[in-house]
């Protein structure tokens, strides 16, 4: 079975402008996560996708946004980038409803560089 | 609001020995708690897990103990190897909060032969 894959790996952009990141889950997942990891801070819960629907939303601003597909495949979309949202953006993907109960299989993540 | 730490930025162990990897929690409504090894350029995997009826989990080299008056969790990984090196994240989730799950900031493991 393939792993969760995420494009692009590697992004590079200046301050103001808006970017979209990919995530498709591994076949037959349907709840999809998106954290945020920078140095010191940890892996920050985004959001929580299930069936389409948003179920959780971390402590971010409206900046950030997400979305899923019928397909299980996710976006998530930072507008007006900031330098402070330089960052390793995962995608988790879990077959379960119950999220944090069982365990998440991680994409290797996008790295995003704001300048 | 940290509600899960690991106080440790780092670790230093050799090859052979024990590692203990430390994580509190602040949120008593927490109900099952994980550990992830991350390697660089690579995402998180998952490791081990416990559910707070129990206080010992197992799985061949690594065990995670759970103390709940305490609120603290380890890991302990015996015998330690060079491939052990890598960064632990401690997470925790409650089935009463949406079951979101929340990580601490990581342990980075160094395991010298």
């Known amino acids: 079975k393939a792993g969760v894959t995420q494009t692009p790996r590697y992004l590079i952009k200046t301050r103001g402008q808006q970017v979209t990141l990919s995530c498709s889950p591994i076949?037959?997942?349907?709840?999809v996560s998106w954290y945020q990891q920078t140095p010191g801070q940890g892996l920050q819960f985004l959001f929580e996708?299930?069936?389409?629907?948003?179920?959780n939303k971390g402590n971010f601003p409206g900046r950030f946004s997400g979305r899923q597909f019928s397909n299980s495949r996710s976006e998530m979309n930072v507008s007006t980038l900031e330098l402070g949202d330089s960052a390793l953006y995962l995608c988790?993907?879990?077959?379960?409803?119950?999220?944090?109960?069982?365990?998440?299989?991680f994409g290797p993540g996008t790295r995003l560089t704001v300048l | 609001d940290q509600q899960v730490k690991q106080n440790s930025p780092s670790l230093s162990v050799q090859e052979g020995r024990i590692s203990i990897l430390n994580c509190d929690y602040t949120?008593?409504?927490?109900?099952?708690f994980l550990w992830y090894k991350k390697y660089p350029a690579e995402g998180p995997t998952f490791l081990i897990s416990?559910?707070?009826?129990?206080d010992k989990n197992e799985d061949g080299r690594f065990t995670v103990f759970l103390n709940k008056s305490a609120k603290h969790l380890s890991l302990h990984i015996v015998p330690s190897q060079p491939g052990d090196s890598a960064v632990y994240f401690c997470?925790?989730?409650?089935?009463?909060?949406?079951?979101?799950?929340?990580f601490g900031a990581g342990t980075r493991l160094f395991v010298k032969a």
């Open positions: 997470a925790a989730s409650a089935s009463t909060g949406g079951f979101k799950t929340i």
């Open positions: 949120n008593s409504m927490f109900d099952y």
């Open positions: 996708y299930f069936s389409e629907t948003q179920r």
């Open positions: 076949s037959g997942h349907r709840s």
């Open positions: 988790a993907s879990s077959p379960e409803e119950r999220l944090g109960y069982n365990e998440q299989f």
């Open positions: 416990i559910s707070s009826i129990k």
